[in-house]
Antibody, heavy 119, light 108 residues
Framework: EVQLVESGGGLVKPGGSLRLSCAASGFTFSSYSMNWVRQAPGKGLEWVSSISSSSSYIYYADSVKGRFTISRDNAKNSLYLQMNSLRAEDTAVYYC????????????WGQGTLVTVSS | DIQMTQSPSSLSASVGDRVTITCQASQDISNYLNWYQQKPGKAPKLLIYDASNLETGVPSRFSGSGSGTDFTFTISSLQPEDIATYYCQQYDNLPQWTFGGGTKVEIK
């Protein structure tokens, strides 16, 4: 069974940093691209970042470019999101999601971890 | 950037009703569109990929159609467990995904 479990969320002050993790199991992690998608409270879904299976290709939404860094450790079956210079508008539930094929479709999602940026 | 306009933003229907949600893209996206279901407090779940393909294990009362700029998502007979918010998502301009604003489905 495919499982994605996020962790690392919490309350952080504006300008602060946080590192999210996503532990994957039930599939060959090193064969899949992965994504981070976020959802602000009461709002819709927003794609944040993606990383290819071997980390060769990395992409970011304009809203986080230069502040967030996605990475992965295939030996540990883990995906990460380093978030720096956090802003109030980054407050959201952050989901990790597996890519079904060629960066097109999120076929499995984690349960999400809440990041709150507030003073 | 490609914009996705979903309508309605919410709807209320009776059990057994046919429910239709539309998603319009700001430019031609071929069939590069997916549909997700998100129940309250839960993660999204893939229902339809490539505009009309039913994900494995998803009940056949769910369907999708369309291509180009206009897409439709249908629940043929609404069930109580279908209460959720539904989102369309385009992947024409990879690697960026864009989601529609969502449609909240409630039981009348």
């Amino acid at each position: 069974e495919v499982q994605l479990v996020e962790s690392g969320g919490g309350l952080v002050k504006p300008g602060g940093s946080l590192r999210l993790s996503c532990a994957a199991s039930g599939f060959t992690f090193s064969s899949y691209s992965m994504n981070w998608v976020r959802q602000a409270p009461g709002k819709g879904l927003e794609w944040v970042s993606s990383i290819s299976s071997s980390s060769s290709y990395i992409y970011y939404a304009d809203s986080v470019k230069g502040r967030f860094t996605i990475s992965r450790d295939n030996a540990k079956n883990s995906l990460y999101l380093q978030m720096n210079s956090l802003r109030a508008e980054d407050t959201a539930v952050y989901y990790c999601a597996r890519d079904l094929q060629y960066g097109t479709t999120a076929d499995y999602w984690g349960q999400g971890t809440l990041v709150t940026v507030s003073s | 950037d490609i914009q996705m306009t979903q309508s309605p933003s919410s709807l209320s229907a009776s059990v057994g009703d046919r429910v239709t949600i539309t998603c319009q893209a700001s430019q031609d996206i071929s069939n590069y569109l997916n549909w997700y279901q998100q129940k309250p407090g839960k993660a999204p779940k893939l229902l339809i990929y490539d505009a009309s393909n039913l994900e494995t294990g998803v009940p056949s009362r769910f369907s999708g159609s369309g291509s180009g700029t206009d897409f439709t998502f249908t629940i043929s007979s609404l069930q109580p467990e279908d209460i959720a918010t539904y989102y369309c998502q385009q992947y024409d301009n990879l690697p960026q995904w864009t989601f529609g604003g969502g449609t909240k489905v409630e039981i009348k």
